[in-house]
């Protein structure tokens, strides 16, 4: 089958953010056709000159609709692109050069109806973001799922960073309306459904995540939040290790109790050669002593966040018998 990428982009109140991804997408080394949808979410300050501005050097398509969340409107420019294989990026990505030539060649290899790529930080974040890339793609947080090659048996992609046939678009219909959790969710029914997804290390982007440590927290809250509702949709996707965070943070301050009231700091320790060893992962990734102590503070809030927001979401779902869209309504975007 001949491949004709059609990028999809869906973009809320970030002409800026568009402005550079646009800027990556047109210095690709790719030599054949490809085109760019963006896809304006109900947007205030719209980004639609920034993409007029690339007409010349890139086949680019604009729309504005009314405001329905991210995975609606991927949906919509998925059944308005004109290519047989999607792109998917957040508007906060950067691509480097090679990206479509390297996910190409990928699909020449080992031809799959999904894929997902690395993100990585580039050399110009702020050290807030570098430290939070961190905390979300390093093996001893997240156990690398978003980017080591080994890291997992069964990849799922996101889709800041992810590809899909039209074919398995069309079987799936796309993505729903949860957010965030939409990822998962496809990546689940896309499994369902008899296709393959599959990790390409070589089609990493930067991933900008626009984003402050009050922002982080409020994000992977939603994350773990989220999880539950997944795991009482699709069943059998859940798993023990989802509860790590949760249980992290308990058996944390379950140890500092111990530590102060019974002088039994063997607990304590345990979490202390955890966090040294954050330290010097972090220091060893990024060469930076300051990013390292800052990828402490994001790992913790990455467990916090995410711990307590599985907890609550798991209380309300299995023992007060809530409906998720009733019980969390702004994880859930209307059409």
């Known amino acids: 089958m001949q ?31 490809f085109e760019v949808v963006i896809v304006e979410d109900g947007s205030s300050v719209p980004s639609k000159e920034i993409v007029n501005s690339y007409k010349d050097s890139l086949d680019i398509s604009y729309y504005f609709k009314p405001n329905s969340g991210p995975g609606d409107s991927r949906n919509y420019g998925m059944k308005r692109a004109k290519g047989n294989y999607f792109l998917i990026f957040d508007s906060d990505c950067i691509l480097p050069p090679e990206y479509l030539l390297e996910v190409s060649k990928a699909l020449d290899r080992k031809y799959v109806d999904c894929f997902g790529g690395p993100d990585a930080a580039h050399s110009s974040f702020t050290t807030i973001q570098k430290a939070i890339s961190y905390a979300m793609t390093a093996f001893l947080t997240t156990g690398g799922i978003r980017g080591r090659k080994n890291a997992v048996n069964k990849f799922q992609p996101r889709s800041f960073n992810m590809g899909i046939s039209k074919v398995a678009f069309e079987k799936t219909q796309g993505f729903g309306q949860i957010h965030p959790g939409e990822d998962p969710d496809l990546t689940i029914r896309i499994w369902n459904a008899g296709y393959e997804t599959i990790l390409i290390p070589e089609a990493y982007v930067y991933h900008k995540r626009r984003i402050s440590w009050e922002k982080f927290h ?37 140890s500092i109790i111990l530590s102060i009231f019974f002088a039994f700091h063997w607990f304590l320790i345990g ?30 809030i990455q467990f916090y966040g995410y711990g307590f927001g599985f907890l609550k979401s798991t209380i309300a779902l299995k023992i007060f018998k809530q409906k998720p869209e009733e019980r969390f309504p702004k994880l859930f975007f209307k059409k």
């Open 3 to 33: 491949i004709k990428f059609s990028i999809v982009v869906p973009v809320f109140n970030r002409p800026d953010e568009v402005a550079e991804l646009l800027e990556s997408i047109s210095k690709q080394t790719y030599l054949e056709d």
């Open 218 to 254: 409020i994000q992977v809250n939603k994350f773990g939040m989220v999880r539950p509702i997944l795991n009482l949709w699709h069943p059998e996707t859940a798993k023990l290790t989802y509860w790590f965070p949760t249980l992290f943070c308990l058996g944390l301050v379950t």
């Open 271 to 300: 979490y202390a050669v955890y966090f040294i060893a954050i330290l010097l992962d972090a220091l060893w990734t990024t060469k930076s002593i300051k990013i390292a102590f800052l990828s402490i503070v994001a790992v913790s």
